[in-house]
T-cell receptor, first 120, second 111 residues
Framework: KAGVTQTPRYLIKTRGQQVTLSCSPISGHRSVSWYQQTPGQGLQFLFEYFSETQRNKGNFPGRFSGRQFSNSRSEMNVSTLELGDSALYLCASSAGLRDLETRVANNEQFFGPGTRLTVL | GNSVTQMEGPVTLSEEAFLTINCTYT??????LFWYVQYPGEGLQLLLKATKADDKGSNKGFEATYRKETTSFHLEKGSVQVSDSAVYFCALSTNAGKSTFGDGTTLTVKP
């Protein structure tokens, strides 16, 4: 089974520009989550999409947005880039379902290699 | 809200030493608990998980037990190898698709 893929792997942008990152989840997974990883803030949850709908959202400004397509591929967009947006952006896929018997969420996440964004 | 507190690093050990990385959590509801590992230049890989109290997750010689009474999920390995050098993250999830991570602990194993 192919893993989670993210494109591009590296990006360099300047302040004020906008950027779009792409994530293809594991086949059959309907949930795609996005995280920002920085040395100072660690891993911060951005948002999660499930079946083309945003299901969970973190505490990031509206400049950060995303969407999911019918094939579960997801894109994340950051507008009006700031220096502080420089980070590793990680995408994770999961089945995103609850076990019918235990009602425990099947939330084991599989991560992609990340997109390293540098804002100059 | 949910939070995870991890033992501060970095941790440096000699090969074959015993490893413990402490992790405690605060959560609403009934979380699933995870340990992830990140090697340089890569994303996170799931190392092990536990979905209910007293469950023990294990993989590649690493173990962690879900302790509800102490809200802990400490990672242990009896004999570390140089190849175990990486950053280790403790995480919890009460919501499918959303995880809360600790700050990560950098482990360096010297030959």
């Amino acid at each position: 089974k192919a893993g989670v893929t993210q494109t591009p792997r590296y990006l360099i942008k300047t302040r004020g520009q906008q950027v779009t990152l792409s994530c293809s989840p594991i086949s059959g997974h309907r949930s795609v989550s996005w995280y920002q990883q920085t040395p100072g803030q660690g891993l911060q949850f951005l948002f999660e999409y499930f079946s083309e709908t945003q299901r969970n959202k973190g505490n990031f400004p509206g400049r950060f947005s995303g969407r999911q397509f019918s094939n579960s591929r997801s894109e994340m967009n950051v507008s009006t880039l700031e220096l502080g947006d420089s980070a590793l952006y990680l995408c994770a896929s999961s089945a995103g379902l609850r076990d019918l018997e235990t009602r425990v969420a099947n939330n084991e996440q599989f991560f992609g290699p990340g997109t390293r964004l540098t804002v100059l | 809200g949910n939070s995870v507190t991890q033992m501060e690093g970095p941790v440096t050990l000699s090969e074959e030493a015993f490893l413990t990385i402490n992790c405690t959590y605060t959560a609403t509801g009934y979380p699933s608990l995870f340990w992830y590992v990140q090697y340089p230049g890569e994303g996170l890989q799931l190392l092990l998980k536990a979905t209910k109290a007293d469950d023990k997750g294990s993989n590649k010689g690493f173990e962690a037990t879900y302790r509800k009474e102490t809200t802990s999920f400490h990672l242990e390995k009896g004999s570390v190898q140089v190849s175990d050098s990486a950053v280790y993250f403790c995480a919890l999830s009460t919501n499918a698709g959303k995880s809360t991570f600790g700050d990560g602990t950098t482990l360096t194993v010297k030959p």
